[in-house]
Structures are given as C-alpha cells and as structure tokens.
C-alpha cells in the first residue's frame, strides 16, 4: 500500500520551489525541471517525452505554487497554463521513501565470519521461489540489500538452473555459454574448474559490461572441502576507506586491466578496483588477482597503487570478514557479482567429486523484476 506524504513547508521563488517533507527531507525543484517534467508533455500511453529541450521556455518563472487533494500545483508568470505534479512523485524523486517502489539500499555486512546464513540472509524453496510472488518479492528485496541470497531444495538436474532463475532476471551468454560447469578438469582452461582454493574475488572483471548478479546451483557437494566463502565487497570498501582514505582514493582512481585469454576468448576491460558513482558513491568493486594484467609502466605512482592494493587484499583475507558456508546438493546461491565477493576452500577432485552450475543475471534484468513484481502486487502496474 502507498504510503502517504506530506509536505510540512513549502516556499517559492520565481526560480524553485522548496519542499521539506513529512520524514525531514528538504528537496529543491528548480523551475526549469519542473517544466521540463510536465505531465501533459508526455505520452500518456507509455510515458515517453513528447517533446525536446529546446522546445520548452529558456528560463521559466514561477508566479505560485500551492499544494491540494495530493497535487502540488505551478502557476507560470511566463506563460498562461498551469501544471499539476503529484506529491507522491515528487517525494519519489527526493529519495523520499513512498511506496517501496525505489531500488532497495544495500546494507553492508562487514561481520561475515558472525553471520548465520539461514537468519541472517534470505532462503526460500524453490517451489515458493515460483507460486508465492509475494515471497519472491522479499526474497529479491533481500538479495538488493544483503547482495546474496539462497534458495533450497532445487532438483539436480541439468535443467533445474535455468528453471529456477527465469522468474529472477534475464540469463546472460558469454563465452561459457548460457550455462557453464564448474568442476575439476585434468587441464583447466580457468582455475576455477581445478580443486585448488580460491581467494575471494569477483568475476569477469575483463568482460565489459561485468557480469551483474551470479547463479551457482550445487549438483553435487564435496563431503570434504569446497566450502563456498563470501564476503561484502561494499563494506570491506567503505572499512577501508575509514582505516585508510588515501588508498580508498588510490583504488577508486586508477585504471587497472584485466585480461582472459583461451581457445575461444581472449577479453580484456578496464577499470578500477573501487568503483564509484559521479556522487562518489560505491557502485562496484573489481577484485580478480588471477585476471589482473600488468599495469602500464609509466605508472606515475606505483608504489602508491600496490601499496593501497596490497592493504585491501590483506583486509580480504580477514576471516572475520569472512561467511564460510557449505553448500549442499541442491542449494542455490544468487549474488550481486559487482559487490560480494566468493571464493572456495580447496578440495580432492579424486576422492570426491564436486560440481556446480552456474549462470549470469544481467543487473538491469534482476532489479526490474523486482520493480515490476512490486508494481504487480501493489496494483500500480499497467496491463
């Protein structure tokens, strides 16, 4: 259900109209966004704007704005229409929180060694996964948050992966396929399909886009070793950027390569090993030592790089930081492959066979699921 908002003050200039809503927030919309976003220049079918920058005044004015019956609505001084803009969108576009309908924020877990996975992170038979949409949308909603979630009791079939995540997103091919394997071969093409430990990272650094969410579905569990690690890539990123901002900056700021090379593939990106947004905010971290191609040489601050490179590996290898976890026949984990980072502990391919399946998620695909299941069970979607 919608929840509603309020606003507790208005002011207007010629320029602006301030809002402070009900929760605190104070938003600040400009004349000129406010004409731009009108609603009567959009098509009212798919909402797609009807018109262009230039079409609209160079600098619009405001004469009033007053708020009724949940509508905010604009006089102009230079020109003789008037428009409506709905509180609850307005509040939406505040980061204001209305309806559920925005992206979940991550919560970042820094204390993985503590973590309880069947408490602390969501689970879900795969049954319900697919005829309670109800559950699948807390389910997702975890996912976003936590940026890993688990679904249990999935047939080991060859088939069952792909059955299993169709509700969730979109499958992405690579050079694997559609699908890809993971167990031991006598030559492995990556070591990830060797018995050898792997440290934490994340995958596909190299390819560009990076893939956006990970699926590994458990065919078949090693009694002795194998267990799956997971740790938040965000928290460990913002851990650091506390003990030590200057290599936070350093990470966040220097281009690194990737490179994959086999048979049938030879990929290379990049990018750095922290990435954020234009607000400064973590949208990724990139952490793959096997992948890592050497740095250009004229590097004008290289020992500052490995410096800063080498104190966020050492945190990776924490065992606080750490979830350690195995799985069983049939479990399924789905992780945002941006931001948690997965790694295994060693095992014997010749005493115990292990083998998992596993599959990408592009992100756009995962994150619309989830908006358009919210808008299903809210009743805001349009048939």
Same mark, same amino acid.
């Given at each position: 259900?919608?929840?509603?908002?309020?606003?507790?003050?208005?002011?207007?200039?010629?320029?602006?109209?301030?809002?402070?809503?009900?929760?605190?927030?104070?938003?600040?919309?400009?004349?000129?966004?406010?004409?731009?976003?009108?609603?009567?220049?959009?098509?009212?079918?798919?909402?797609?704007?009807?018109?262009?920058?230039?079409?609209?005044?160079?600098? !619009?004015?405001?004469?009033?704005?007053?708020?009724?019956?949940?509508?905010?609505?604009?006089?102009?001084?230079?020109?003789?229409?008037?428009?409506?803009?709905?509180?609850?969108?307005?509040?939406?576009?505040?980061? $204001?929180? &209305?309806?559920?309908?925005?992206?979940?924020?991550?919560?970042?877990?820094?204390?993985?060694?503590?973590?309880?996975?069947?408490?602390?992170?969501?689970?879900?038979?795969?049954?319900?996964?697919?005829?309670?949409?109800?559950?699948?949308?807390?389910?997702?909603?975890?996912?976003?948050?936590?940026?890993?979630?688990?679904?249990?009791?999935?047939?080991?079939?060859?088939?069952?992966?792909?059955?299993?995540?169709?509700?969730?997103?979109?499958?992405?091919?690579?050079?694997?396929?559609?699908?890809?394997?993971?167990?031991?071969?006598? $030559?492995?093409?990556?070591?990830?399909?060797?018995?050898?430990?792997?440290?934490?990272?994340?995958?596909? !650094?190299?390819?560009?886009?990076?893939?956006?969410?990970?699926?590994?579905?458990?065919?078949?569990?090693?009694?002795?070793?194998?267990?799956?690690?997971?740790?938040?890539?965000?928290?460990?990123?913002?851990?650091?950027?506390?003990?030590?901002?200057?290599?936070?900056?350093?990470?966040?700021?220097?281009? $690194?390569?990737?490179?994959?090379?086999?048979?049938?593939?030879?990929?290379?990106?990049?990018?750095?090993?922290?990435?954020?947004?234009?607000?400064?905010?973590?949208?990724?971290?990139?952490?793959?030592?096997?992948?890592?191609?050497?740095?250009?040489?004229?590097?004008?601050?290289?020992?500052?790089?490995?410096?800063?490179?080498?104190?966020?590996?050492?945190?990776?290898?924490?065992?606080?930081?750490?979830?350690?976890?195995?799985?069983?026949?049939?479990?399924?984990? &789905?992780?945002?492959?941006?931001?948690?980072?997965?790694?295994?502990?060693?095992?014997?391919?010749?005493?115990?066979?292990?083998?998992?399946?596993?599959?990408?998620?592009?992100?756009?695909? &995962?994150?619309?699921?989830?908006?358009?299941?919210?808008?299903?069970?809210?009743?805001?979607?349009?048939?």
């Amino acid at each position: 259900m919608t929840k509603p908002v309020h606003p507790r003050a208005l002011r207007t200039t010629p320029d602006t109209v301030s809002i402070e809503w009900d929760d605190g927030t104070l938003a600040h919309y400009a004349g000129i966004w406010l004409r731009d976003n009108r609603r009567e220049d959009r098509d009212p079918h798919n909402g797609q704007r009807l018109i262009d920058i230039a079409d609209i005044p160079l600098e !619009p004015k405001i004469r009033s704005a007053t708020v009724a019956d949940g509508t905010l609505t604009i006089e102009w001084a230079t020109e003789t229409h008037r428009d409506g803009f709905d509180l609850e969108w307005l509040a939406a576009r505040a980061g $204001v929180a &209305v309806d559920g309908s925005l992206p979940p924020v991550p919560v970042p877990w820094l204390d993985g060694a503590a973590r309880d996975p069947h408490q602390d992170f969501a689970w879900l038979p795969s049954t319900e996964l697919h005829r309670d949409p109800v559950g699948r949308l807390g389910w997702l909603t975890r996912l976003l948050e936590d940026g890993i979630a688990f679904v249990s009791d999935v047939p080991c079939t060859p088939a069952a992966l792909l059955g299993t995540v169709a509700p969730l997103g979109r499958v992405s091919e690579t050079n694997y396929g559609s699908v890809f394997d993971v167990r031991a071969e006598p $030559v492995p093409s990556n070591l990830a399909y060797s018995d050898l430990g792997l440290g934490l990272h994340t995958d596909n !650094p190299y390819r560009d886009p990076v893939p956006g969410f990970q699926a590994l579905h458990v065919m078949t569990a090693s009694p002795d070793g194998g267990d799956s690690v997971f740790a938040d890539g965000f928290a460990l990123a913002d851990h650091l950027r506390t003990l030590d901002a200057q290599s936070f900056e350093v990470l966040s700021q220097t281009a $690194v390569p990737f490179r994959y090379v086999s048979a049938d593939a030879d990929l290379h990106a990049e990018r750095p090993l922290i990435e954020l947004s234009l607000r400064g905010r973590l949208t990724a971290v990139h952490y793959n030592n096997r992948s890592i191609a050497p740095l250009p040489i004229d590097g004008r601050n290289m020992q500052g790089f490995y410096t800063a490179y080498r104190r966020f590996a050492t945190l990776l290898r924490e065992p606080r930081h750490q979830f350690v976890h195995k799985l069983r026949d049939g479990d399924l984990v &789905v992780f945002d492959n941006r931001r948690i980072l997965h790694g295994r502990t060693a095992f014997s391919s010749a005493c115990h066979a292990r083998h998992l399946r596993g599959c990408y998620l592009t992100r756009d695909s &995962v994150l619309s699921e989830r908006a358009l299941l919210h808008r299903r069970l809210s009743g805001t979607l349009r048939s």
